[in-house]
Nanobody, 115 residues
């Protein structure tokens, strides 16, 4: 099994920045992809960004140029640096792991963008 522990959410003003972290533990293996999703109450969970073992990244169009996903393989941790935050970025952000036939979701961390 894989366990994910997220941190870094909070309240920030429009235009501000936050960095989310997600540490993976358990039966991780060496080849895996990690991703971030977000969800607003009443809406479906939506994809934000992902990063592969080889550091290939992909982003949802609405966050391109503002968000940066990165990973530290030595720490089994993925980060999401969020700049130029907008009120519409407000959501619960979830970390997602998949690899080696296993997948897991984090518990979610709240990000609120408001003045």
């Amino acid at each position: 099994q894989v366990q994910l522990a997220e941190s870094g959410g909070g309240l920030v003003q429009p235009g501000g920045s936050l960095r989310l972290s997600c540490a993976a533990s358990g039966s991780i293996g060496s080849i895996y992809t990690m991703a971030w999703y977000r969800q607003v109450p009443g809406n479906q969970r939506e994809y934000v960004a992902k990063i592969t073992t080889g550091n290939i990244t992909n982003y949802q169009d609405t966050v391109k140029g503002r968000f940066t996903i990165s990973r530290d393989n030595a720490k089994n941790t993925v980060y999401l640096r969020m700049n130029s935050l907008k009120p519409e970025d407000t959501a619960v952000y979830y970390c997602y792991f998949f690899g080696g036939g296993r997948s897991a979701w984090g518990q979610g961390t709240q990000v609120a963008v408001s003045s």
